[in-house]
């Protein structure tokens, strides 16, 4: 990372200078540096494997005017999201938190069989198909066509798009106002911060409800979640930051949640500015938290990247050590988060053998830059190997209750994140 005394100078990249793309300000300090990796969500298949691979920077920098961290777009959107590799159905509690939301937020919205429901980046309906079941008319807007498909199987109406201004008003002119709006991790996803919020703005009623479930940079940096970091992952909002952003389109940002979710998450409700009432004591104690974290100053920010590198240090001497023990490692789980663990840890096969998941679409496909194979979970039992890599670590509690069995031949679980624990 970059020394606080040099980071303050405008940012470049490729001698172009970047510029906030919540303010517009020029002036960005260094906050990790990962290298340079592919894509995280382009997995290879045995042809592709073979062939050259385009790597992109993967540098976070924060704001020193409205301090949001953020990645400069690299890649865009639709480079990423017009065929994805992630469907949310997979993940048995994933779905299961879904379904509380749409619980919880039916009472908070007052919700009913004459409501309308829109989701941004709906997915394969994993959230949708619960309003579904309540008889409430709902809407996905879903950019991905592959996922977007699943979901309309499921008897979810899905209209394939990115959420932009134009989208929003169009929605709005076709269904009519929405009494909630949700947008359950995307909202780090977009790189066109403000034009996402006057879409979400476009659609909403004027008395209506906004839910935004995002990651919380207070515990990325708290529990050292570099791996969260990735070329469709755009920002990483603190709540101040978030707050910031809604307001650029228009909403105020009344409650918040906090969740357990993807390592530490937030759920942010918002209203058209002309209703919000005044944000509520937990909005006052999270700002407060935060400030204490010193993550309301740009120098606040300086010291994530050593953690990080310490991590990277630890993991691999395990694995080094493992192999010279003669000891067989493999992975469970092939999310975007751990493509970054891999490529910015150097885990190749030689280290880790294969990995698995439960999506049918990654299995025979290779990891993205490390090009460790992807097998069906099945393979784990059949190969009984010594431990087990777990990638997708914000599961922790349903991956261990899936891999209960393999403590029959005395396997064990490797955590790597927030810091090296084997089970």
Same mark, same amino acid.
């Given at each position: 990372?970059?020394?606080?005394?040099?980071?303050?100078?405008?940012?470049?990249?490729?001698?172009?200078?970047?510029?906030?793309?919540?303010?517009?300000?020029?002036?960005?300090?260094?906050?990790?540096?990962?290298?340079?990796?592919?894509?995280?969500?382009?997995?290879?298949?045995?042809?592709?494997?073979?062939?050259?691979?385009?790597?992109?920077?993967? %540098?976070? *920098?924060?704001?020193?005017?409205?301090?949001?961290?953020? $990645?400069?777009?690299?890649?865009?959107?639709?480079?990423?999201?017009?065929?994805?590799?992630?469907?949310?159905?997979?993940?048995?509690?994933?779905?299961?938190?879904?379904?509380?939301?749409?619980?919880?937020?039916?009472?908070?919205?007052?919700? @009913?069989?004459?409501?309308?429901? &829109?989701?941004?980046?709906?997915?394969?309906?994993?959230?949708? /198909?619960?309003?579904? @079941?309540?008889?409430?008319?709902?809407?996905?807007?879903?950019?991905?066509?592959?996922?977007?498909?699943?979901?309309?199987?499921? @008897?979810?109406?899905? $209209?394939?798009?990115?959420?932009?201004?134009?989208?929003?008003?169009?929605?709005?002119?076709? %269904?009519?106002?929405?009494?909630?709006?949700?947008?359950?991790?995307?909202?780090?996803?977009?790189?066109?911060? &403000?034009?996402?919020? /006057?879409?979400?703005?476009?659609?909403?009623?004027?008395?209506?409800?906004?839910?935004?479930? &995002?990651?919380?940079?207070?515990?990325?940096?708290? *529990?050292?979640?570099?791996?969260?970091?990735?070329?469709?992952?755009?920002?990483?909002?603190?709540?101040?930051?978030? /707050? #910031?952003?809604?307001?650029?389109?228009?909403?105020?940002?009344?409650?918040?949640?906090? $969740?357990?979710?993807?390592?530490?998450?937030? *759920?942010?409700?918002?209203?058209?500015?002309?209703?919000?009432?005044?944000?509520?004591?937990?909005? *006052?104690?999270?700002?407060?938290?935060?400030?204490?974290?010193?993550? %309301?100053?740009?120098?606040?920010?300086?010291?994530?990247?050593?953690?990080?590198?310490?991590?990277?240090?630890?993991?691999?001497?395990?694995?080094?050590?493992?192999?010279?023990?003669?000891?067989?490692?493999?992975?469970?789980?092939?999310?975007?988060? @751990?493509?970054?663990? =891999?490529?910015?840890?150097?885990?190749?096969?030689?280290?880790?053998?294969?990995?698995?998941? #439960?999506?049918?679409?990654?299995?025979?496909?290779?990891?993205?830059?490390?090009?460790?194979?992807?097998?069906?979970?099945?393979?784990?039992?059949?190969?009984?190997?010594?431990?087990? =890599?777990?990638?997708?670590?914000? $599961?922790?509690?349903?991956?261990?209750?899936?891999?209960?069995?393999?403590?029959?031949?005395?396997?064990?679980? &490797?955590?790597?994140?927030?810091?090296?624990?084997?089970?």
């Amino acid at each position: 990372m970059l020394k606080a005394d040099v980071s303050e100078v405008a940012a470049t990249v490729s001698g172009i200078t970047i510029s906030c793309r919540l303010c517009g300000s020029t002036e960005l300090r260094s906050f990790c540096d990962l290298g340079a990796t592919p894509p995280c969500e382009l997995f290879l298949t045995t042809e592709t494997a073979e062939q050259p691979e385009p790597t992109y920077p993967l %540098h976070v *920098r924060v704001c020193n005017a409205c301090l949001l961290a953020q $990645l400069p777009p690299e890649i865009t959107p639709e480079e990423t999201f017009s065929e994805y590799a992630y469907f949310s159905s997979f993940s048995s509690s994933w779905v299961e938190h879904a379904r509380r939301f749409v619980d919880s937020a039916a009472e908070r919205a007052g919700l @009913g069989t004459d409501s309308f429901v &829109v989701e941004v980046a709906s997915n394969d309906g994993y959230l949708l /198909q619960h309003v579904v @079941g309540k008889g409430i008319r709902c809407l996905g807007v879903e950019p991905s066509v592959n996922v977007g498909d699943a979901a309309r199987e499921k @008897g979810v109406p899905t $209209l394939t798009a990115f959420l932009t201004p134009e989208t929003g008003a169009q929605v709005r002119a076709e %269904h009519g106002p929405a009494d909630l709006v949700c947008g359950n991790n995307v909202f780090a996803h977009i790189p066109d911060v &403000v034009g996402f919020a /006057q879409g979400l703005r476009a659609m909403v009623a004027d008395d209506g409800w906004v839910s935004i479930e &995002v990651q919380h940079l207070l515990t990325l940096v708290e *529990r050292k979640q570099f791996d969260t970091i990735y070329h469709e992952h755009f920002q990483y909002y603190t709540l101040l930051t978030g /707050q #910031r952003a809604l307001a650029a389109g228009g909403l105020t940002l009344v409650d918040v949640e906090l $969740l357990d979710t993807h390592g530490g998450s937030i *759920r942010m409700w918002a209203r058209p500015a002309e209703v919000a009432a005044a944000p509520s004591d937990t909005v *006052r104690e999270v700002l407060a938290a935060e400030a204490a974290a010193g993550l %309301h100053t740009p120098e606040g920010h300086d010291g994530f990247a050593e953690a990080v590198s310490t991590i990277r240090d630890d993991l691999v001497s395990f694995l080094i050590d493992a192999r010279r023990r003669g000891k067989r490692v493999v992975g469970y789980g092939a999310p975007g988060k @751990g493509n970054t663990l =891999l490529n910015y840890c150097g885990i190749r096969p030689d280290l880790l053998e294969y990995t698995v998941d #439960r999506n049918p679409y990654k299995h025979g496909r290779f990891t993205p830059g490390t090009r460790i194979p992807i097998h069906p979970p099945e393979r784990i039992a059949q190969d009984r190997p010594d431990y087990v =890599l777990i990638l997708p670590w914000n $599961l922790r509690t349903e991956l261990t209750e899936q891999l209960a069995g393999v403590r029959e031949w005395g396997s064990r679980l &490797v955590f790597p994140i927030p810091s090296l624990e084997v089970v």
